[in-house]
């Protein structure tokens, strides 16, 4: 079973382990993450012993975190075999695209209409040269790319939406994790960041809206064709 320690990427959102037992809200956090970032891959088994060791705790709170990985869609119970990681189903993968768009289109469209703080200026800046830098991590760019998709949220007042945004998006993650490097060029999202930054600060809520458009739909290029590659981890339910 996986042993967890902290990640770079762990390091560079501020994520400190938690000293002694985890409650079920850590343990999911955690569980999550792993499954999101591919470290614990479709298919692989969930013993609620081990993950109890794991964690310095007792079965309780991992069955309810594992319950909730269950309502998340991130894991599947097989009778009389056990809890496992699911695959990747591209049919929950475009759901959360499709809610995503449409949340973020609002988001822009409403910072080019109404203009961004300073701050988030320069905060998404930073976040470009950045990409730049950790291109070749792919959870530390994930991470990122998040962040700078954030920014626009709180700059114009609705990070209220970027919460249900983080809580809806699990599926469309794991195709980006598995896309990355290969499948899509870092170079080709960090050119639509750009545009998305720019339109924004253009006061133009056309462009910002055709821009992150552009983006959401990014990763249908590449779904299709994962999951001809990976059948064993992408179920192609679209």
């Keep these: 079973m996986y042993a967890y320690s902290r990640t770079a990427a762990d390091r560079d959102a501020g994520r400190d382990e938690p000293a002694g037992p985890l409650d079920r809200r850590a343990i999911h956090e955690i569980l999550r993450r792993d ?8 298919g692989e088994k969930l013993s609620e012993n081990e993950l109890a060791a794991r964690f310095g705790t007792s079965r309780a709170p991992v069955r309810e975190a594992l319950i909730r990985l269950i309502e998340d869609g991130l894991i599947e119970v097989l009778p009389q075999r056990g809890s496992f990681v699911g695959r990747i189903s591209l049919s929950d993968m475009e759901r959360a695209r499709f809610v995503r768009e449409a949340l973020e289109i609002a988001i822009v ?25 950790c291109r070749d991590d792919p959870e530390r760019f994930t991470l990122c790319d998040d962040r700078f998709h954030r920014a626009f949220a709180e700059g114009a007042g609705l990070a209220s939406v970027w919460a249900i945004i983080e809580r809806e998006k ?59 590659r990976h059948p064993d981890l992408i179920q192609a339910d679209l």
């Design 109 to 133: 469209r409403r910072a080019a209409e109404r203009g961004v703080p300073p701050g988030t200026q320069a905060l998404a800046e930073a976040l470009l040269l950045e990409q730049a830098e």
């Design 170 to 228: 699990a599926q469309f993650d794991r195709v980006r994790y598995l896309s990355l490097p290969a499948a899509t060029p870092v170079d080709v999202l960090i050119a639509q960041h750009r545009a998305i930054l720019s339109a924004v600060l253009a006061r133009d809520p056309a462009a910002a809206e055709a821009a992150m458009r552009s983006h959401m739909a990014e990763v249908l290029k590449v779904a299709s064709d994962l999951a001809l």
């Design 35 to 42: 499954i999101v970032a591919l470290r614990l891959r479709p």
